[in-house]
């Protein structure tokens, strides 16, 4: 298959009516979208991904009344934070109708569903009279992709189509939750923090982001991994048992006196963790790109956006901190 990339939404409508698959920009990362409503269309994402068929996929669509379509109730409190929070990065699990394939939730009787903030896929969304089914648009446990070239790169003739919306503004996946029994469970950190739930709706009952419970498939203990080993702790002191010419650095605000420039990632300068969100892929991508041995890192203070990010580098990483 030839891979076109460009910004022609009735070209991506008219592959993914046809069964095929579309890559679609999203604020957090870009994902491999496939007719929700079409299991041998959902299935070409599983084939295309290398993606075992017992991690289940979200759902976007444009519109709470769409996504009353295909699930069976909506709690009070869940509906309080995708008012709040959609279009944007929280994905929510409720409870699905037979509408939604098995193969989409992996044979779980819920959902994942979500609406994404950015203008290209909405207004594509509602042009389509389908829910898309849409994990991030990576092979299985590699980085996710944060531009249309990062897709091109890893599924070039496995995608019909690439939606270039350029840059992704958050940079890491949703935020995923559940209200079950009026409790609320975080099921994967992501790009909405923890405190700014928790201001919304009070309490958080539990946060499952453990790796020994994978109902969540970014909770896999490697994932996100780089070719290139990822070793975590204090960048200063690993530095003195590593070979400055071959020793790559994602670090969060400083950068290290002595290594070449262009092997050093710096994350953010002013120690912003949005900025530093945005950039973490992409800076992964970069440094596993070059002629080095290993990447040193090191961890956020654990508070807002930086519990994302160290979570996604510690599956990143082959030390455990
Ligand atoms: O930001 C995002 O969430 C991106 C963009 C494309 O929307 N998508 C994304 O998809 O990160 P993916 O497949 O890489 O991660 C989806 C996660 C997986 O960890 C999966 O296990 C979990 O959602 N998931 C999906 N349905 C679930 C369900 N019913 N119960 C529990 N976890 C579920
Ligand atoms: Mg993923």
Request: net charge negative; hydrophobic share 40%; aromatic share 6%.
């Amino acid at each position: 298959m030839n891979t076109l990339i460009g910004q022609d939404l009735e070209t991506a409508a008219q592959f993914l009516k046809e069964g095929a698959l579309v890559a679609i920009p999203t604020e957090t990362v870009y994902g491999l979208a496939a007719n929700a409503f079409n299991v041998e269309a959902v299935a070409k994402i599983f084939e295309a991904k290398n993606r075992p068929s017992f991690d289940p996929l979200i759902v976007h669509t444009h519109s709470i009344e769409e996504v009353e379509k295909f699930t069976l109730n909506f709690p009070e409190k869940a509906k309080k934070l995708a008012k709040k929070f959609w279009p944007g990065s929280l994905t929510i699990l409720l409870p699905k109708n037979q509408l939604i394939p098995d193969l989409v939730t992996a044979g779980l009787n819920t959902v994942a569903v979500r609406i994404p903030n950015h203008p290209l896929t909405i207004e594509l969304l509602k042009n389509l009279e389908f829910p898309l089914a849409a994990p991030s648009a990576n092979p299985f446990g590699y980085i996710s992709p944060t531009t249309a070239l990062h897709v091109e790169a890893q599924l070039e003739g496995k995608v019909g189509y690439i939606i270039d919306g350029g840059y992704c503004r958050v940079g890491i996946e949703s935020t995923i939750i559940e209200i079950k029994d009026n409790k609320t469970i975080i099921y994967r950190l992501g790009g909405i923090s923890v405190e700014t739930i928790k201001n919304e709706i009070g309490e958080i009952e539990e946060i499952r982001n453990s790796s020994s419970n994978p109902k969540a498939s970014g909770m896999l203990a490697s994932h996100y991994a780089p070719s290139k080993p990822i070793v975590l702790g204090n960048i200063d002191t690993m530095l003195e048992n590593h070979d400055a010419q071959k020793t790559g650095i994602l670090a969060f605000r400083t950068p290290q006196q002595g290594i070449p420039e262009s092997h050093q990632v710096v994350l953010s300068k002013s120690g912003d963790f949005a900025e530093a969100a945005q950039h973490l892929f992409a800076g992964m991508r970069y440094l596993d790109g070059l002629d080095i041995d290993v990447i040193l890192t090191e961890l956020l203070p654990e508070e807002g956006l930086g519990r994302a990010i160290n979570d996604r580098l510690r599956r990143a990483s082959t030390t455990k901190l």
